[in-house]
């Protein structure tokens, strides 16, 4: 069952059986992402293929640290049907064919979540899993993400404290993520868990069952699967223990910087936009005011 070496989703944008090109969704239509599902088949729709993508390893790769029974257990039998169960459930809806981060955006739906929410985020949260591990993995990153570890949380032990904390205290099943929040304060699709903060810094949170920082519109660049399936071949009942091993021994930091990069980069494109549309609009807004004022001008005239 070995795989062989798999290039990241996050870095190809890819995602599960090349369906998804990344995260394109913040510069799509609203109309487009906000579409209702309904659950109805669509006459002529392609019938749905995400595919399940092995680990960037072999499933031997994190011993001791993650044994080759655990990750045979957690993809092979756990992902594997998350991604069987999602291709069922949007087969010839409107939601086949979108990339998965779309149906998950979509399907999350403000928190009134549809059917296949839970699927699709769990698929997309398991690979992204995988290739936040490597064997060899641990220590401390470097370079400008270690500079804003030290800069938004005070240092990296503290860092390591609040990520540490946030997956062991995250009640029932879940995730904790260190995320990148560059967007605004103002979420369409859900409440965002830190208002008040200001934007361009790192976070760190936790979410239930298989909601993602997706669906507050953060980038996210690290997690850890708090879900008990994820270590009790390994660690039984002994979360924090698990939690500690990850972080020191499998984080592949390599992969948490190259997402933090594309995820700035995403900022500033998005910024750009932003700025673009901006000041479309305040030129369509000066043109309709001259005109505006050229036919008051007329009319006064010709009286």
Do not use: C
């Not at 680990?55 to 790769?61: D, T």
């Not at 998965?100 to 059917?115: Q, R, W």
């Not at 062991?168 to 967007?183: D, I, R, V």
């Not at 594309?262 to 479309?280: C, D, L, P, S, Y």
């Amino acid at each position: 069952m070995a795989a062989a070496a798999a290039p990241t989703s996050w870095l190809t944008g890819q995602g599960l059986g090349g369906r998804s090109p990344g995260f394109q969704f913040p510069w799509r239509s609203k109309e487009k992402l906000q579409r209702k599902y309904t659950g109805k088949a669509v006459y002529g729709q392609i019938s749905a293929k995400f595919e399940l993508k092995p680990p960037p390893y072999p499933p031997n790769a994190l011993e001791p640290h993650m044994s080759k029974d655990t990750l045979e257990y957690h993809w092979g039998k756990h992902h594997r049907a998350y991604v069987e169960n999602l291709n069922k459930q949007i087969v010839g809806t409107e939601l086949d064919g979108m990339p998965l981060e779309d149906v998950i955006i979509v399907s999350y739906n403000k928190g009134d979540m549809l059917p296949p929410f839970n699927n699709a985020a769990q698929a997309w949260n398991h690979e992204f899993f995988w290739e936040s591990m490597k064997p060899g993995g641990g220590g401390k990153p470097s370079g400008e993400l270690l500079e804003l570890i030290e800069r938004d949380f005070g240092s990296f032990d503290r860092f390591l404290e609040e990520f540490k904390s946030a997956a062991a205290t995250q009640f029932g099943s879940g995730w904790a993520w260190l995320a990148y929040k560059a967007n605004r304060l103002n979420v369409d699709n859900a409440v965002n868990p830190f208002p008040s903060e200001k934007d361009k810094k790192l976070v760190v949170v936790k979410s239930p069952n298989a909601v993602n920082p997706l669906v507050w519109d953060y980038s996210p660049l690290l997690t850890i699967d708090v879900w008990e399936h994820a270590y009790f071949l390994d660690f039984e009942n002994r979360r924090p223990n698990y939690i500690s091993v990850f972080m020191d021994k499998l984080v592949s930091w390599e992969v948490v910087s190259k997402r933090l990069e594309i995820a700035k980069a995403r900022a500033t494109k998005r910024e750009m936009e932003e700025e673009r549309r901006k000041k479309e609009e305040e030129e369509e807004n000066s043109e309709d005011e001259a005109v505006e004022v050229y036919v008051d001008g007329d009319e006064s005239e010709s009286e």
